[in-house]
């Protein structure tokens, strides 16, 4: 079974502030990597895609890189919408969810 | 437009079964992949259950084998999760989703809480 250890559990930033979360597979996944944004009460939702194409409708701050195993969310310039929990997943071979990294207020 | 209902949540009794279901409408539902992920009170996602087109490939997490069934009904455009003997650990809000061709998955229903106690 793939493994996803993402990083950190927690974030705390204030507005403005650039934001980066990480997700290392246990196992090459090439790009199959998808990035989701969760609030509370709510369905996750879809924001980035194969590693780093950016879904329809998501602001450009997003953006997903991907070195060998190692996968990045970054948040150019947080915005106050962007307060969250968010999660990897990977689609290579079934699918898993890394643990979340819930970005808080400083 | 693409929507996703997801219904039969409810509190049960240790050892009892449910099925929960998943009402779809908006697509054509028999040419979709389908999941079924669960979220634990205060947790993060698991990826719970697949279902192939026609029902006849599933997969399902380890730690569900067993005892989580999934099934669809392309005629009534409804995915369905059986689930026995419940456990405690089973608690959590479970979502049905659909996979696109590029194996994305887009669209999630709203979830539905299945609480587990006696």
């Known amino acids: 079974d793939i493994q996803m250890t993402q990083s950190p559990s927690t974030l705390s930033a204030s507005v403005g502030d650039r934001v980066t979360i990480t997700c290392r597979a246990s196992?090459?996944?090439?790009?199959?990597l998808a990035w989701y944004q969760q609030k509370p009460g709510k369905a996750p939702r879809l924001l980035i895609y194969d590693a780093s194409t950016l879904e329809s409708g998501v602001p450009s701050r997003f953006s997903g890189s991907r070195s060998l195993t190692e996968f990045s969310l970054t948040i150019s310039s947080l915005q106050p919408d962007d307060f969250a929990t968010y999660y990897c997943q990977q689609y290579d071979n079934l699918w898993t969810f890394g643990q979340g990294t819930k970005v808080e207020v400083k | 437009q693409v929507h996703l209902e997801e219904s039969g949540g409810g509190v049960v009794r240790p050892g009892r079964s449910l099925r929960l279901s998943c009402a779809a409408s908006?697509?054509?539902?028999?040419?979709?992949?389908m999941h079924w992920v669960r979220q634990a009170p205060g947790k993060g996602l698991e990826w719970v259950a697949f279902?192939?087109?026609?029902?006849?490939?599933?997969y399902y997490a380890d730690s569900v084998k067993g005892r989580f069934t999934i099934s669809r009904d392309n005629s009534n455009n409804t995915l369905y999760l059986h689930i026995n003997s419940l456990r405690g650990d089973d608690t959590a809000v479970y979502y049905c989703a659909r996979q696109d061709s590029s194996s994305v998955w887009r669209n999630w229903g709203q979830g539905t809480l299945v609480t587990v106690s006696s």
């Open positions: 279902i192939s087109y026609d029902g006849t490939t599933k």
């Open positions: 196992q090459t996944i090439s790009n199959w």
């Open positions: 908006g697509f054509s539902f028999s040419t979709y992949l």
